[in-house]
Structure formats: C-alpha cells, structure tokens
C-alpha cells in the first residue's frame, strides 16, 4: 500500500479537458522516474472554476495546470500570481501552497521559447521582426515572450483587427496590429512567423497564407501539435524555411509544472516524443 504522506496528485483542468496530452506525459514522467503519483484530466465547466480550485487543498492535490477556457479567470482567483503571469493576464499552473493558498504562473511563454531553441539552435529573439498570426491567450503568450528575448518588432495580425489592436496597444510601440488582409505582404524582412489561430488544426481549414514575401531564412513555428505538420509548415518546409511544430511547447511548459508539484525536473527524450507522437494522427 502507498504511503499516502509520499503520494501526490495533480491534474488538468479545462472544458475540454479529455483531448489533452498532459496526463499521458505527466503519467510517463512519474513512472520514469518512480515518483507515487497521479496525474488526472479534470474537466470543469464555465462558473465552476473557482469550487474547483478551491477544492484541491482540501482535496490533498499539489496543483493543477489550467487550459482553455479558465487561464484568464484562474488568474484572477488564485492568491498570487508570477509577473510573467500578470503580464499575460492568465496562468497554466497552480501550486498548492503548504498553507492551503494557491500560487499561479504562466509557462506557455517558456515552453515556446525553448521549443524555438530546441528546433533552431541558433534562433536568436532579436534577430528581425516576428510575425504573430492570431490575437489570442496563445498569441499573447508569445507576444510577451519575444519582448522578452528582445523582439525589435512584432507585426500582429487578426481576422477581427479590433481584437489585434488592443492586444498591441497593452504593449507599446515594438508591437503594431496590422489588417488580416495584409498578412502576405506583412511577411516582408520577417525572421519569424508564428501561427497562434486554429487555422491548420485537425478538423480545422487551413491557413490562407502566401510565403512569396517570407524571407528563406525566416523560421515558422505554429503553436498547433495537432497535426504534427500543418499546411503552414509543409510550405515553409517546401520553400526552404527552417519550421518548429507545437508539440515542444507542450513538452517544454510542463516541465516546470512537474518539479514544482513533484520534485523532479523531468527530461524530454526522443522515447517520451515517439510516445505522444504516436497518439496524434
């Protein structure tokens, strides 16, 4: 029988919540490493956010990551938040606290950034303007955190510009929102194009997006892990451009999630991507 002093728990919450790779990946980390341990999809439905995570102290988790679509609200209920997460004005972790209160941080950003680091070592934050497809929770993670590694520039772009302009505008003048229908030519002298929309997602149409501008150097990243090769990447790929997936984002954002609850900061090995790769079609 466990030591129920030894086991921990922790989970994901989100509405949906069963399409997520994170159990599976937390799952392997725990049993890698030999660690008592569950790691549960929990799905919670808008208005019930704030019962849920009030309820793992009691309930004895040591935390829970946060999907869509409770990032925002989670950040407004938990006791504290990290600065990036402020910034962002969302959170994907929690942490149980030993008193009982609960602490938030946001590693989207981090994760995207070493997934870029990852897929092109010799990517470098400030080495031209970025191009931001999306005006999101995803695309504000990444707008923070190519300002953060010195981004001179990011050209935002959303098929609702109301949306991308006010996304820029808590950013000041390195971010400028551009018209969706300026999003071939915004392309021009980029050195990286991220796609954050579900444009190119399973079961979703494609990215209507002409490379001819893209300059061959440019990496493309899309946020997407489902598929593994979206339509964007397949042409970035054809033309030449070095492209970086989703599916690093997830692994590399979990990590500290993992040694905050557990204590371990687990390693991204070719056998755990083989593994979720193979639960993608």
């Not at 989207?108 to 999101?136: K, M, S």
């Not at 505008?169 to 980029?190: I, K, M, S």
Request: aromatic share 6%.
């Amino acid at each position: 029988m466990r030591d129920p002093k030894l086991f921990r728990a922790a989970g994901l919450i989100g509405w949906p919540v069963f399409q997520s790779r994170s159990p599976m990946l937390h799952t392997y980390w725990l049993q890698k490493y030999g660690i008592p341990g569950a790691y549960l999809p929990m799905p919670v439905q808008p208005g019930q956010v704030e019962a849920a995570l009030r309820g793992l102290p009691a309930l004895g988790f040591a935390g829970c990551n946060v999907t869509i679509p409770h990032k925002a609200e989670a950040a407004r209920l938990v006791d504290r938040v990290d600065s990036v997460g402020q910034r962002m004005g969302a959170v994907n972790l929690i942490v149980v606290q030993p008193d009982g209160s609960l602490s938030g941080f946001n590693k989207d950003g981090y994760g995207f950034i070493e997934n870029l680091r990852d897929g092109c070592p010799d990517w470098r934050g400030d080495a031209g303007p970025a191009v931001v497809l999306g005006a999101g929770g995803g695309a504000r993670s990444v707008v923070v955190s190519l300002l953060d590694e010195g981004a001179p520039e990011i050209r935002l772009l959303n098929r609702t510009r109301a949306r991308a302009a006010e996304l820029a505008a808590a950013f000041g003048p390195a971010v400028r929102a551009l018209d969706w229908a300026e999003r071939d030519q915004a392309l021009a002298g980029a050195a990286l194009l991220v796609n954050t929309t579900n444009q190119g997602m399973t079961g979703q149409p494609p990215l209507e997006l002409r490379l001819d501008e893209l300059p061959p150097a440019a990496l493309v990243c899309d946020i997407i892990y489902n598929p593994l090769e979206t339509p964007l990447l397949l042409a970035a790929r054809a033309r030449g451009n070095p492209t970086v997936n989703g599916l690093g984002m997830l692994l590399h954002q979990a990590r500290p999630a993992f040694e905050a609850w557990f204590g371990v900061l687990p390693d991204i090995t070719p056998a755990l991507r083989a593994a979720i790769e193979a639960t993608i079609g």
